[in-house]
């Protein structure tokens, strides 16, 4: 079994920057994709970013792309989520997924693709 335990999430400014970290533990021999989730309430839960388990390829939503950046430790099978000028639509709990590829450039977008899936953080953003 696979364990996916998020960090970071927080009250924030509009305009400030936010690191989110999570690390997948447990049966960690098998390489893993991850990806950033969330879920705005009231709203359906939608991919933020998503990255290949060589960390080479990565995938955004229109509404975070140049202003947030996912990357990965693959040795610690770790990925963050850099999180600049924040906006209060950005208000939503993150939730970190992992899934297992033999592809290691595959990048997924769909929560079908996924896992393992972490309890989440919250991000609040305020005006």
């Known amino acids: 079994q696979v364990q996916v335990v998020e960090t970071g999430g927080g009250l924030v400014q509009a305009g400030d920057s936010l690191r989110l970290s999570c690390a997948a533990s447990?049966?960690?021999?098998?390489?893993?994709?991850m990806g950033w989730f969330r879920q705005a309430p009231g709203k359906e839960r939608e991919l933020v970013a998503a990255i290949s388990w060589n960390g080479l390829n990565t995938d955004y939503s229109d509404s975070v792309k140049g202003r947030f950046t996912i990357t990965k430790d693959k040795a610690e099978n770790t990925v963050y989520l850099q999180m600049s000028s924040l906006k209060p639509e950005d208000t939503a709990v993150y939730y970190c997924?992992?899934?297992?590829?033999?592809?290691?450039?595959?990048?997924?977008?769909?929560?079908?693709?996924?896992?393992?899936w972490g309890k989440g953080t919250l991000v609040t953003v305020s005006s």
């Open positions: 997924a992992a899934g297992s590829s033999s592809e290691s450039r595959w990048v997924a977008t769909m929560e079908v693709e996924y896992e393992y």
């Open positions: 447990g049966r960690t021999s098998s390489n893993y994709f």
